[in-house]
């Protein structure tokens, strides 16, 4: 053991290491803090008007792809109230080809008619359909995979 007044020129590491942690720390609870309290309370599991919180949400995320938001709105609006003369709204072709072959596969399995399937143009998707429909009639038959 030395003097109180003697300096430990061995180990100042020791020194700058235990302060650079207290930073690190302070700094991360800085952070956690910040984000804690930036963030919006919402009560509730379910926001009062979802279509618009998501609609108003997509607008404010992206400038340059307001069309993208409304057809996406579209699609989701066409979705949960499956109707598919919503999805004529949708301007991207791709999205409104998928917004009308989710609302032939959700009609397709509430009344458990493949048939409906064959209104799909993609074979993929068409067999997919199928294949739904079939266990949600069969749940304990997996339907077979074609080759």
């Known amino acids: 053991m030395g003097d109180l007044n003697e300096v430990d020129y061995e180990r100042p590491w020791k020194k700058i290491l235990v302060i650079g942690i207290i930073v690190v720390i302070v700094l991360i609870l800085g952070v956690l803090v910040y984000n804690y309290f930036s963030k919006p309370n919402i009560e509730g ?5 979802f279509e618009e919180m998501f609609l108003q949400n997509c607008l404010d995320s992206c400038d340059s792809c ?21 999805c004529d709204n949708i301007i991207n072709e791709h999205l409104k080809n998928e917004c009308i072959n ?12 493949d048939s409906l399937c064959n209104s799909i143009e993609d074979e993929e998707r068409k067999q997919m359909c199928i294949n739904i429909v079939e266990y949600s009639l069969n749940p304990e038959e997996l ?3 074609e080759e």
């Open 45 to 49: 599991d379910e926001p009062e008007n």
């Open 102 to 113: 989710n609302i032939i596969i959700t009609k397709a399995i509430q009344t458990g008619d």
């Open 143 to 145: 339907p077979d995979e």
């Open 66 to 86: 307001e069309q993208n938001c409304y057809d996406m709105d579209f699609m989701q609006k066409a979705e949960s109230e499956i109707d598919e003369s919503l």
